[in-house]
């Protein structure tokens, strides 16, 4: 955006910039095109967002149907097989897709927002809304992701959406305090310092000038949250204090198949190899999206 003024009839139009250069979409994706753990990373995430968008139609049998015989173990029929109850493995995995998605996107998007909120409010004013802000997020800093989700599900009690609120409050300190590094930086650019001249409010300038210019670490930020989301919610459905046991998600199949690991393997692996596979694939494409969008990279072939 550029602001015009003029001294006079005869005065030429001053411009004063208010925005930095961002990276040049060719650049990117030149860059993005060279990153192939980003393109594995994609192609995974894709693969199971499919999945979890269509389960229900790619489901084989009934997730909840219990007479196809216990403990069959993988077969053509069956390919990973049937649990303790009887019921097809392979349907219930496909159908925890969309919960365990569902769980790390909403908890990523929560913690995003308010995370957020707090990082430029502590980084554009300083003083005592930094002190007390800052105070806040040293303290969520302080205590494991886990036991933080574990301590707050306790207390608020089991269900899905407790456990997205458990996990967004245990991760929106991460986002706080990457966007207020950022925000301690981008207020002293010039192209602040020109829309703060120009009588620009605090408001416009945090959100018009300074947030799209922190984009980049919070979409990478984002993508890691997503996966550690899907990873805490597996967690805590596995010690039991995650949403309805009645539910398929992959934690539920973890927590079922573990008295009968050596007896039936196939009820843990599958749905360990599903977590696995996912988180892998959200953190390759984080990383590789960070790669192409550093606009400090002198890697511009």
Not at 136 to 144: N, R, S, T
Request: proline content about 5%; charged content about 20%; overall charge neutral.
């Amino acid at each position: 955006m550029a602001r015009e003024a003029t001294a006079g009839p005869a005065a030429r139009p001053l411009t004063i910039l208010t925005e930095p250069r961002r990276l040049e979409s060719g650049r990117f994706w030149r860059r993005f095109r060279r990153e192939r753990k980003a393109f594995v990373g994609l192609a995974l995430v894709l693969i199971l967002a499919v999945i979890s968008i269509f389960g229900p139609l790619l489901a084989p049998y009934d997730p909840d149907a219990d007479d196809f015989g216990l403990f069959n173990p993988p077969s053509i029929e069956h390919p990973m097989g049937t649990d303790s109850f009887g019921r097809d493995l392979f349907s219930r995995v496909i159908i925890g897709t969309r919960v365990s998605f569902a769980v790390g996107i909403l908890a990523a998007v929560s913690a995003m927002v308010v995370g957020v909120l707090l990082g430029m409010l502590a980084g554009y004013y300083l003083g005592w809304v930094d002190s007390i802000i800052s105070r806040c997020i040293d303290l969520l800093w302080a205590f494991p992701v886990i036991i933080l989700a574990v301590g707050m599900v306790a207390v608020f009690g089991a269900g899905f959406r407790n456990v997205v609120i458990a996990i967004a409050i245990a991760f929106l300190d991460d986002f706080a305090r990457i966007v207020r590094a950022e925000m301690l930086r981008l207020r002293e650019e010039d192209y602040t310092l020109a829309a703060r001249s120009l009588g620009a409010r605090d408001r416009r300038i945090m959100f018009r000038h300074i947030l799209p210019n922190m984009g980049a670490p919070i979409i990478v930020q984002i993508t890691f949250a997503v996966g550690l989301g899907i990873l805490a919610e597996s967690t805590l459905t596995f010690l039991g204090l995650g949403i309805n046991p009645t539910t398929p998600t992959w934690g539920q199949a973890l927590n079922e198949g573990r008295d009968f690991i050596r007896q039936a393997w196939w009820i843990s692996v599958f749905p360990g190899l599903a977590i696995v596979f996912t988180v892998l694939g959200l953190n390759l494409f984080g990383d590789g999206l960070r790669d192409a969008l550093d606009v400090r990279s002198v890697r511009d072939a």
